[in-house]
């Protein structure tokens, strides 16, 4: 099970730090978020290796999130910098096993979702 928190509104270029708890461990796992807005399709902000060695990033998002985990707590984070109003959307965090490739696909444990709303 995941479970997201950190989400709210925030100002354009203020921060949020979004975390995911997982209820089992998640060093076996890949880790990934992803965000859907009104009226479009889910789609990639970052992932992350189970050994925290790999790190990939939707280019949308690059130097202003930075993803990060630590696996003593079970638990993944989203650091999001310089926000803009594109970046409104429910924020999930996502979970594969560690014997696929990382990419930005192929998830098959996802969280309930937290809403990012970024003010103009």
């Known amino acids: 099970q995941l479970v997201e928190s950190g989400g709210g509104l925030v100002q354009a270029g203020g921060s949020l730090r979004l975390s995911c708890a997982a209820s089992?461990?998640?060093?076996?796992?890949?880790m990934g978020w992803f965000r859907q807005a009104p009226g479009k399709e889910r789609e990639f902000v970052a992932a992350?290796?189970?050994?925290?060695?790999?790190?990939l990033y939707a280019d949308s998002v690059k130097g202003r999130f930075t993803i990060s985990r630590d696996n003593v707590k079970n638990s993944v984070y989203l650091q999001m910098n310089s926000l803009k109003p594109e970046d409104t959307a429910v924020y999930y965090c996502?979970?594969?096993?560690?014997?696929?490739?990382?990419?930005?696909?192929?998830?098959?444990?996802w969280g309930q979702g937290t809403q990012v709303t970024v003010s103009s």
């Open positions: 992350i290796s189970w050994s925290g060695g790999s790190i």
């Open positions: 996502a979970a594969k096993l560690s014997n696929r490739p990382l990419g930005t696909s192929n998830y098959n444990h």
């Open positions: 089992g461990r998640t060093f076996t796992y890949h």
